[in-house]
């Protein structure tokens, strides 16, 4: 299979219903949407995010009920630098979306998807650890893989691989 | 004679609850998991994991390295199925790249992704027995795991950190007498777990074990993200190897075990039975593997035979570059889950276009299932702890990375 480019103009992208939906929510909460290699992904405005997560849960024909991933991304020197990527899937359609947030890196921070899905807290946690995300509204926004006393993020892209810090 | 007094020993007050440590290094947390147990008598308040001990940054160090350096770090991971971590991985590549692998690539993957699926429910099987209390299962279960560890030595030299998928099909062909070998193991399978069976299915210790214990209802288990067959279950028909097929699991016929009970003894049920759908997918895939090569013609990011490195020029050039400098990979970011034997394994793989991955997460089973654990066993007795832990089958490998 040959790499197809990706598309990224919204009006083409209309007939996946996870678009139409969003863009019927509220369009100015969707910064952009790309359809590459078999997957949809969109950008979220950051306060927008759980609105948009809730939307795309309650929505009958779609049912995005599963929180399957949430990670991020550092795009050092970038801005801004971090990008939080967020994977659904739906147990219903068996259907699967990822959105992302982009966070400044004086303000990094979003809102928690805990009220919508418990199991978003481990995740968070993880992300809050290693990348230094904070997650507004999480019950319990600490450590989880490295020691509570360690300093630094360390999936940061200014934290070195091996040697000292 | 005076009068006898009592000193107390502990100065506390008895109706305070009480916190005690479970693991790190406890037999049934099933590596280094710590609970914190705040109890009350023999009831568990609330309870929270805490992990981190195995945490090795391996996310971090695939960020350092070429593409096809990162196979062997994915067999770290959940170390006790390798092959699905490569697979996982190699697709996610693959998919980057816009690769595909033949037909006899495909189908030898979905053989061994099934035997791995066979080898860690045999751990689990006997583990989980071994912490209720039946030791005989352990020792049988292993047995036919040494079987499956010489099966993967036979094909990739290494019992268990077996590195044999390669981006763009498998290493080497499998050895002549490899098919004959798995087909003996794989048709004398289905008497053996009748055996398991006989020993537990209806054994009434283990019943009364297990069944009514750390419930997990369907809206839970959706809700605290859990996969695989924790989440099948409690009745949530899913399983990736159908839903979102890969790597021609589309051409396999078989069923998905589900249950709506949500108790362990479901768990135990849900597992039991996948043993013997992935005997049904190994029986198919020996049947009808096609034949060709195991490996996909593209020769930037396949390493070519070591026949042809020693007769042609352009092979001995394409090996060079590949091992000294990377093949570099379109810019791109991809999501490929597969099914693994405890659920929803997840590679995230970001390029930037050049021959090492921008970012490498691993959604692992592991860390997520571990959350409905608390679910499951606030409220209930401490033993059943040890079965609940038992139930959600994690490997702290796979959850701290």
């Known amino acids: 299979m040959a790499l197809t480019p990706a598309v990224t103009d919204l009006e083409q992208l209309k007939e996946h219903p996870e678009v139409a939906c969003l863009l019927a929510w509220k369009a100015a909460a969707v910064e952009g949407a790309k359809f590459d290699r078999n997957e949809l992904s969109f950008y979220i405005g950051r ?6 997560c809730t939307t795309l849960k309650n929505d009958s024909a779609l049912q995005y009920d599963a929180l399957s991933d949430i990670t991020c991304v550092d795009w050092q020197p970038l801005t801004p630098r971090f990008e939080v990527v967020y994977q659904l899937f739906s147990t219903v359609t068996k259907r699967q979306v990822r959105l992302k947030v982009r966070l400044p890196e004086a303000d990094a921070s979003v809102d928690s998807l805990t009220p919508i899905w418990q199991g978003a807290n ?3 946690r993880e992300v809050f650890d290693l990348f230094g995300v904070r997650f507004d509204q999480h019950p319990n926004l600490k450590r989880i893989m490295m020691p509570d006393d360690w300093e630094g993020h360390p999936l940061r892209k200014d934290y070195p691989v091996e040697g000292y810090r | 004679m005076a009068e006898m007094t009592h000193t107390p020993v502990l100065d506390v007050a008895v109706d305070q609850p009480l916190v005690v440590n479970m693991g790190p290094q406890h037999p049934s947390t099933h590596g280094v998991l710590r609970l914190l147990l705040e109890i009350d008598g023999e009831t568990v308040v609330r309870m929270a994991p805490d992990i981190g001990y195995l945490h090795t940054g391996i996310e971090k160090t695939c960020e350092a390295k070429f593409y096809q350096q990162v196979v062997p770090m994915t067999d770290r991971i959940d170390y006790l199925c390798p092959m699905t971590n490569n697979l996982a991985y190699c697709l996610a590549v693959e998919k980057l790249l816009g690769l595909e692998i033949p037909p006899r690539g495909q189908w030898l993957r979905v053989m061994l992704n099934e035997l791995t699926r066979i080898n860690s429910h045999l751990v ?3 583990t989980h027995a071994m912490d209720i209390g039946a030791m005989t299962v352990f020792l049988y279960c292993f047995r036919e795991r040494e079987q499956l560890l010489r099966l993967f030595e036979a094909v990739s030299g290494q019992r268990m950190m077996t590195s044999y998928f390669r981006i763009g099909g498998v290493a080497v062909e499998p050895p002549l007498d490899f098919f004959n070998r798995v087909k003996a193991f794989n048709d ?13 299915t209806k054994n009434p210790i283990f019943v009364n074990r297990l069944k009514g214990v750390a419930l997990l209802s369907r809206e839970d288990a959706l809700a605290l993200c859990a996969t695989g067959p924790t989440l099948r279950a409690s009745g949530v028909d899913v399983d990736l190897r159908r839903d979102l097929p890969y790597s021609g699991y589309e051409n396999f016929k078989f069923n998905v075990p589900t249950s709506t009970v949500g108790d362990v003894y479901a768990r135990y049920l849900v597992r039991v039975a996948e043993l013997r759908e992935s005997q049904k997918i190994v029986q198919q895939a020996l049947e009808g593997i096609p034949e060709g090569s195991v490996k996909a013609d593209a020769p930037k990011v396949v390493l070519p035979d070591r026949e042809k490195m020693k007769t042609q020029m352009e092979a ?3 090996h060079f570059k590949i091992v000294t400098e990377g093949f570099t990979v379109p810019a ?9 034997p405890r659920g929803e394994m997840g590679y995230y793989v970001v390029s930037d276009g050049t021959a090492k991955p921008y970012r490498v997460h691993m959604r692992s089973p592991s860390f997520a299932n571990l959350q409905t654990l608390s679910k499951m066993c606030e409220g209930r007795l401490i033993a059943d702890v040890v079965a609940a832990i038992g139930s959600i089958d994690i490997v702290l490998g796979d959850c701290d990375r």
């Open chain 2, 188 to 200: 004398a399978f289905p008497e053996k777990v009748d055996e398991y069976e006989g020993l537990l």
């Open chain 2, 316 to 318: 001995l050039i394409y």
């Open chain 2, 332 to 340: 791109g970011e991809v999501y490929q889950a597969v099914e693994s």
């Open chain 2, 124 to 126: 689990w099987l006997g």
């Open chain 1, 122 to 124: 481990f995740f968070e």
């Open chain 1, 47 to 52: 306060t927008a995010l759980r609105e948009a």
